[in-house]
């Protein structure tokens, strides 16, 4: 199976604060790599696809990027909102994996 | 618009089986693939499968090949995850999620999930 690692697992900052969540597999997913946000008592949502699409109605503040084995997500002026677990997951071989997650905490 | 309704919590005893139903609306139930997500408690995200109910093909992870089962009815846009011979660590929240443009693409729209209890 293919391993996700995430870093940090828990990141504080502050509204306005640009902030950067990396992962990293096991072996090339070449670009197969999605993004999700998750708020305590909620599902998933998605936010960026195959590494860099936005999902239709995720602010433009949201962005990845990578290829291979290292990846980003990228808040670029984070809101209230934003402050959430974001976890990765390949999408590239089966099984799909998802990263251990990392948790944003308000500063 | 989508969405994914599921059925509710549930309290099992070990080594018991528990089937959660995922009744899909808003969208061609035959053109997109349902995945299985599961949540222990303060833990990730862990991926269980996908079926597609279109074929009825299944892809599931090696940890629960031979106690799940997925299963789709077309005839009311449902699908269905089983898993058998439940262990304490089997207690977690269970999602539903149809996938973003068919083929097994990534998870997009969820379900509210299950909250399934194994305990004796």
């Known amino acids: 199976d293919i391993q996700m690692t995430q870093s940090p697992s828990s990141v504080s900052a502050s509204v306005g604060d640009r902030v950067t969540i990396a992962c990293r597999a096991s072996q090339n997913i070449i670009r197969w790599l999605a993004w999700y946000q998750q708020k305590p008592g909620e599902a998933p949502k998605l936010l960026i696809y195959s590494t860099s699409s936005l999902q239709t109605g995720v602010p433009s503040r949201f962005s990845g990027s990578g290829s291979g084995t290292d990846f980003t997500l990228t808040i670029s002026r984070l809101q209230p909102e934003d402050f959430a677990t974001y976890y990765c997951l390949q999408a590239h071989s089966f099984p799909y994996t998802f990263g251990q997650g990392t948790k944003l905490e308000i500063k | 618009q989508v969405q994914l309704v599921q059925s509710g919590a549930e309290v099992k005893k070990p080594g018991a089986s528990v089937k959660v139903s995922c009744k899909a609306s808003?969208?061609?139930?035959?053109?997109?693939?349902i995945h299985w997500v599961r949540q222990a408690p303060g833990q990730g995200l862990e991926w269980m499968g996908w079926i597609s109910p279109n074929s009825g093909g299944t892809n599931y992870a090696q940890k629960f090949q031979g106690r799940v089962t997925m299963t789709g009815d077309t005839s009311i846009s449902t699908a269905y995850m089983e898993l058998r011979r439940l262990m304490s660590d089997d207690t977690a929240v269970y999602y539903c999620?149809?996938?973003?443009?068919?083929?097994?693409?990534?998870?997009?729209?969820w379900g509210q999930g299950t909250l399934v209890t194994v305990s004796s």
């Open positions: 808003g969208y061609t139930f035959t053109d997109y693939y």
């Open positions: 999620a149809r996938d973003l443009y068919g083929s097994g693409s990534p998870p997009d729209s």
